[in-house]
């Protein structure tokens, strides 16, 4: 089966500008997670969608980000304005409906931000 | 919320010993501990996870324990070899379909 697909691999803006990632999770499954991972730590959720639903975004900086999952297929995460600590890599996973189960994420390759 | 911590952050052995990456975590309501790969490049992957209703589980050449009393769970990989080098992350969720709360991050070099 496909994997969880991202775009771009690679991204470097200058601070102040906008930016858009792009993930189309793998088929038919539910649940869709963006992630930020700063080098050296772990994964960090920022927003979590049940369908086209958010379910989690307590740790959206909404300020600045935003994310929306129409249809409940592909999601697009923004940044607008970067600021130099959103270099980072950005990470979506997604995993496969069934209430009761500890459903498996499975994670896209994400994509590298270099905020300068 | 929870706060999962994980030691050591880096990790040398030679290949064929074993590795041994330590978690602890804060919220007693955790229920699922799953561990992950990462590679230079790459996404995490799953290698192995753990259910609150459960003590030990084995794959192969890795295995989980869980304490729940302590709350620390641990990963063994016996036999390493060069290609168990990368990242390894810890990390812990209350219930099927949250979000998952990572730990730090273990950086395993496994020398020929």
């Known amino acids: 089966e496909a994997g969880v697909a991202q775009s771009p691999r690679y991204k470097i803006i200058e601070k102040r500008q906008s930016v858009a990632f792009w993930c189309n999770p793998i088929?038919?499954?539910?649940?869709l997670y963006w992630y930020q991972q700063i080098l050296g730590q772990g994964p960090k959720l920022l927003i979590q969608f049940q369908n086209n639903g958010v379910v989690d975004d307590s740790q959206l900086p909404k300020d600045r980000f935003s994310a929306e999952r129409l249809k409940g297929v592909d999601s697009t995460l923004k940044i607008q304005p970067a600021k130099l600590e959103d270099s980072a890599v950005y990470l979506c996973?997604?995993?496969?409906?069934?209430?009761?189960?500890?459903?498996?994420?499975?994670f896209g390759p994400g994509t590298r931000l270099t905020v300068l | 919320g929870e706060n999962v911590e994980q030691h050591p952050s880096t990790l040398s052995v030679q290949e064929g010993d074993s590795a041994v990456i330590k978690c602890t975590y804060s919220?007693?309501?955790?229920?699922?501990f799953p561990w992950y790969k990462q590679e230079l490049g790459k996404g995490p992957q799953l290698i192995i996870d753990?259910?609150?209703?459960?003590g030990e589980k084995k794959d192969q050449r890795i295995a989980v324990t869980l304490n729940k009393t302590a709350k620390h769970f641990s990963l063994h990989i016996t036999e390493t070899q060069p290609e168990d080098s990368a990242v390894y992350f810890c990390a812990a969720s209350i219930a099927s379909g949250y979000a998952l709360n990572f730990g730090k991050g273990t950086s395993l070099l496994v020398t020929p």
């Open positions: 919220d007693s309501a955790s229920n699922y």
């Open positions: 753990i259910r609150s209703n459960v």
């Open positions: 088929s038919g499954h539910a649940t």
């Open positions: 996973a997604s995993s496969p409906p069934g209430a009761g189960n500890y459903n498996e994420q499975f």
